[in-house]
């Protein structure tokens, strides 16, 4: 018998092997006592056995094994170079264990070995693990999953997500029952309809209270999940690589990092450690210390018509409203009058820019505003010089089907890649340019696990030339979004919606994972081009001013009350920002269905800010308490409404938060809740909190 134990403080991770055979997880959850005996909880774990069952359980391994009977999903399908399947049977080789554990273990006859690293982050409780497969010959592989954990009985459903363009982050409460919840995302990219995340609450879990494990795939490709109650019961997660990713017979694979944790806390707990992770583990900073500038940028403003005084004069009225970065998007390259050509040809457009970017530029420098740059460097468009002259660049068949009238590139090329880096790093090298706005608006024409590597190459090998180039990913919105791509860039677009409505939502969801850091928001047109639905500018502003703030509209059609809204809630954001960058977002529990409202807190729980959105019209005359959270019940807390002018004239009340702030205590706070004004749907509300 075999025992190996991890500890984070939040969490314990128990591990245990009968003999020599693959190591199954006894325990997951809070933190166990020091002396627990482990040998005694490999024993209380057992299942019992009776009629029409074998006389003993199969193993719910790291690597379930078919060739132990294992009654469900095996971890692993492999075959041998001629194609005949292997069906290994894997014992213990090797173990360190410290705060870390590395666990190998070897099948002789089939020359395969296994190993298993977990990593524990004591100050994110986020555990990251990988599996990887040894050959000593080539082999064919099929499918290989991150070591498996088990899922907790207590439990009735399981949150996953799903999407669309303008509408990422969709959730999914799918009951437990006998049998798979299957889930693969084959389009070669993460996927707006797959983020890889899945929250399995134990019954009763709200987002603020009870218990929840979390799961996500830190990878940029196509991925699979499986979640399977098995007949006697047991429930297992699996994740790996989209099946069959890998075209080629080779002698390692490995998994993406799963990322993992526990939770007494409800979903929060869960998002606070993803959040956490992502933004001090993941990320990799340029400038650690710089605070997150406000974004302009001019793609909604003009598209393809690039004109430099049209530019210029709106970088101004941009910088005059607070912004700090200038973007220039799609339309500045080749012959980009459309969507329909040049991709690729990554040269500045002589007929926009006769004396290239430089007077833009400058102008923008002179406004004490950064600058950035669309590209999209993966893609290709048939009507290209490039596509031209190396139609054999092209990933995919000569018919196949087109997205936005391009094709991607095979980035699995090495010669693509050095064309790619060799223009981009030119376009870096000759112009002052701090921030890439690095897009990839279609799905693959098939998965291949080469075309992801290949990807992250090319942006690694432009993040050592270039260190001080910020990177953001987008893909039409939020169609690349997960903890392989943002190992390499600082922030996401998480949606191509700027319609608040949209975004209020998509950005309580994705809060599950992300954190205000790197998620990017943006004020829209006053009629939103993607949903055509107008918007009052106050509720605009405050939705942009929950995350990473920036404007995407032509600032020419503001009037002056939207000017001196968007300036007012830019300059509360900017005085902010120093902290809420290091806030956690914790969603509340609405008693309202019609009000979608977060806590940022500080982690020293000294200072929030609470964003009460009102999405619909409520069943309820009178607002209903909203319930705060993680807060000291014995302490007073200061409270104030940040933006009380905002009341409607229907709001007739006399309440303490309209006539000034209130001192209340925790305890209040989080047990009967915070009464605010009445308000018109579509509106929000903005709440400060100070502890006395």
Same mark, same amino acid.
């Given at each position: 018998?075999?025992?190996?134990?991890?500890?984070?403080?939040?969490?314990?991770?128990?591990?245990?092997?009968?003999?020599?055979?693959?190591?199954?997880?006894?325990?997951? +959850?809070?933190?166990?006592?020091?002396?627990?005996?482990?040998?005694?909880?490999?024993?209380?774990?057992?299942?019992?056995?009776?009629? *029409?069952?074998?006389?003993?359980?199969?193993?719910?391994?790291?690597?379930?094994?078919? %060739?132990?009977?294992?009654?469900?999903?095996?971890?692993?399908?492999?075959?041998?170079?001629?194609?005949?399947?292997?069906?290994?049977?894997?014992?213990?080789?090797?173990?360190?264990?410290?705060?870390?554990?590395?666990?190998?273990?070897?099948?002789?006859?089939?020359?395969?070995?296994?190993?298993? #690293?977990?990593?524990?982050?004591?100050?994110?409780?986020?555990?990251?693990?990988?599996?990887?497969?040894?050959?000593?010959?080539?082999?064919?592989?099929?499918?290989?999953?991150?070591?498996?954990?088990?899922?907790?009985?207590?439990? =009735? =459903?399981? &949150?996953?997500?799903?999407?669309?363009?303008?509408?990422?982050?969709?959730?999914?409460?799918?009951?437990?029952?006998?049998?798979?919840?299957?889930?693969?995302?084959?389009?070669?990219?993460?996927?707006?309809?797959?983020?890889?995340?899945?929250?399995?609450?134990?019954?009763?879990?709200?987002?603020?209270?009870?218990?929840?494990?979390?799961?996500?795939?830190?990878? %940029?490709?196509?991925?699979?999940? &499986?979640?399977?109650?098995?007949?006697?019961?047991?429930?297992?997660?699996?994740?790996?690589?989209?099946?069959?990713?890998?075209?080629?017979?080779?002698?390692?694979?490995?998994?993406?990092?799963?990322?993992?944790?526990?939770?007494?806390? +409800?979903?929060?707990?869960?998002?606070?450690?993803?959040?956490?992770?992502?933004?001090?583990?993941?990320?990799?900073?340029?400038?650690?210390?710089?605070?997150?500038?406000?974004?302009?940028?001019?793609?909604?403003?003009?598209?393809? @018509?690039?004109?430099?005084?049209?530019?210029? @004069?709106?970088? /101004?009225?941009?910088?005059?409203?607070?912004?700090?970065?200038?973007?220039?998007?799609?339309?500045?390259?080749?012959?980009?009058?459309? /969507?329909?050509?040049?991709?690729?040809?990554?040269?500045?457009?002589?007929?926009?820019?006769?004396?290239?970017?430089?007077?833009?530029?400058?102008?923008?420098?002179?406004?004490?505003?950064?600058?950035?740059?669309?590209?999209?460097?993966?893609?290709?468009?048939?009507?290209?010089?490039?596509?031209?002259?190396?139609?054999?660049?092209?990933?995919?068949?000569?018919?196949?089907?087109?997205?936005?009238?391009?094709?991607?590139?095979?980035?699995?090329?090495?010669?693509?890649?050095?064309?790619?880096?060799?223009?981009?790093?030119?376009?870096?090298?000759?112009?002052?340019?701090?921030?890439?706005?690095?897009?990839?608006?279609?799905?693959?024409?098939?998965?291949?696990?080469?075309?992801?590597?290949?990807?992250?190459?090319?942006?690694?090998?432009?993040?050592?030339?270039?260190?001080?180039?910020?990177?953001?990913?987008?893909?039409?919105? *939020?169609?690349?979004?997960?903890?392989?791509?943002?190992?390499?860039?600082?922030?996401?677009?998480?949606?191509?919606?700027?319609?608040?409505?949209?975004?209020?939502?998509?950005?309580?969801?994705?809060?599950?994972?992300?954190?205000? $850091?790197?998620?990017?928001?943006? #004020?829209?047109?006053?009629?939103?081009?993607?949903?055509?639905?107008?918007?009052?500018? $106050?509720?605009?502003?405050?939705?942009?001013?929950?995350?990473?703030?920036?404007?995407?509209?032509?600032?020419?059609?503001?009037?002056?009350?939207?000017?001196?809204?968007? !300036?007012?809630?830019?300059?509360?954001?900017?005085?902010?920002?120093?902290?809420?960058?290091?806030?956690? &977002?914790?969603?509340?529990?609405?008693?309202?269905?019609?009000?979608?409202?977060?806590?940022?807190?500080?982690?020293?729980? =000294?200072?929030?800010?609470?964003?009460?959105?009102?999405?619909?019209?409520?069943?309820?005359?009178?607002?209903?308490?909203?319930?705060? !959270?993680?807060?000291?019940? *014995?302490?007073?807390?200061?409270?104030?409404?940040?933006?009380?002018?905002?009341?409607?004239?229907?709001?007739?009340?006399?309440?303490?938060?309209?006539? *000034?702030?209130?001192?209340?205590?925790?305890?209040?706070?989080?047990?009967?809740?915070?009464?605010?004004?009445?308000?018109?749907?579509?509106?929000?509300? #903005?709440?400060?909190?100070?502890?006395?």
């Amino acid at each position: 018998m075999k025992t190996w134990r991890l500890d984070d403080g939040c969490q314990t991770l128990v591990l245990a092997a009968r003999r020599e055979r693959l190591p199954e997880v006894v325990y997951w +959850g809070a933190v166990l006592p020091k002396d627990e005996n482990l040998e005694t909880l490999l024993a209380a774990h057992a299942i019992d056995v009776t009629g *029409g069952m074998l006389d003993e359980n199969p193993d719910l391994s790291l690597s379930p094994e078919a %060739s132990r009977t294992f009654p469900g999903q095996p971890g692993l399908i492999v075959h041998s170079e001629n194609g005949t399947p292997l069906l290994p049977k894997f014992c213990f080789l090797s173990a360190e264990n410290g705060s870390n554990l590395t666990l190998k273990y070897r099948d002789e006859d089939s020359g395969l070995t296994l190993t298993f #690293v977990f990593e524990t982050e004591v100050h994110t409780n986020v555990i990251r693990a990988i599996t990887v497969l040894n050959s000593d010959a080539p082999v064919h592989l099929h499918w290989l999953a991150a070591p498996v954990m088990p899922a907790p009985q207590q439990s =009735e =459903e399981m &949150i996953d997500f799903s999407g669309r363009w303008c509408r990422e982050f969709e959730t999914n409460r799918t009951a437990w029952s006998p049998g798979i919840r299957y889930r693969e995302n084959r389009t070669g990219r993460t996927g707006h309809e797959h983020f890889p995340g899945l929250i399995v609450p134990v019954t009763g879990a709200t987002n603020t209270q009870g218990e929840a494990y979390a799961f996500h795939y830190g990878w %940029s490709g196509g991925h699979r999940m &499986i979640a399977e109650e098995l007949p006697d019961g047991r429930r297992q997660v699996q994740w790996g690589h989209a099946a069959r990713m890998e075209t080629e017979a080779a002698t390692e694979f490995s998994t993406a990092p799963l990322f993992m944790t526990y939770s007494n806390s +409800g979903l929060n707990g869960c998002a606070v450690s993803f959040q956490r992770h992502v933004r001090d583990r993941v990320v990799t900073w340029p400038k650690p210390d710089r605070p997150r500038p406000v974004h302009y940028n001019c793609w909604e403003a003009v598209y393809f @018509d690039h004109k430099i005084d049209v530019l210029s @004069d709106i970088a /101004d009225r941009a910088a005059k409203l607070g912004a700090e970065r200038f973007v220039l998007d799609d339309g500045w390259f080749g012959n980009r009058d459309d /969507d329909t050509r040049a991709l690729s040809d990554w040269e500045v457009d002589e007929r926009k820019y006769p004396d290239g970017l430089d007077p833009l530029i400058d102008h923008v420098h002179s406004l004490g505003m950064s600058f950035g740059i669309w590209f999209e460097p993966e893609m290709i468009n048939p009507d290209s010089d490039i596509h031209r002259a190396h139609p054999d660049w092209a990933l995919g068949s000569e018919d196949q089907t087109l997205g936005r009238q391009q094709k991607a590139l095979n980035m699995a090329l090495p010669e693509v890649r050095n064309f790619l880096f060799d223009r981009m790093s030119a376009i870096l090298r000759d112009y002052d340019i701090d921030y890439i706005k690095w897009d990839h608006n279609r799905v693959l024409p098939m998965p291949d696990a080469t075309q992801t590597r290949g990807s992250y190459a090319l942006i690694d090998r432009l993040r050592d030339a270039f260190p001080d180039v910020e990177i953001e990913s987008c893909a039409s919105g *939020g169609g690349r979004i997960d903890f392989g791509i943002l190992k390499r860039t600082q922030r996401v677009w998480l949606s191509d919606s700027n319609d608040a409505l949209e975004r209020l939502h998509i950005q309580h969801n994705a809060a599950l994972f992300l954190p205000l $850091s790197i998620t990017g928001s943006h #004020v829209g047109p006053r009629k939103c081009h993607t949903s055509g639905r107008t918007l009052d500018i $106050s509720f605009r502003a405050w939705v942009a001013a929950q995350r990473h703030m920036g404007f995407e509209m032509d600032p020419r059609e503001l009037d002056d009350h939207e000017i001196r809204v968007l !300036t007012e809630v830019t300059n509360w954001w900017k005085h902010n920002r120093s902290w809420m960058q290091k806030a956690d &977002i914790l969603l509340l529990d609405s008693s309202d269905p019609a009000v979608i409202a977060e806590q940022q807190i500080h982690p020293s729980g =000294e200072q929030f800010v609470v964003f009460a959105g009102k999405a619909a019209t409520s069943a309820q005359v009178a607002p209903r308490p909203l319930r705060l !959270t993680a807060l000291d019940p *014995g302490a007073l807390y200061e409270v104030t409404l940040a933006n009380r002018s905002s009341a409607s004239r229907l709001s007739r009340g006399i309440l303490a938060l309209k006539d *000034g702030p209130a001192t209340l205590s925790g305890a209040y706070l989080m047990h009967h809740g915070l009464t605010l004004p009445w308000a018109f749907p579509e509106t929000m509300w #903005v709440i400060e909190g100070k502890r006395l």
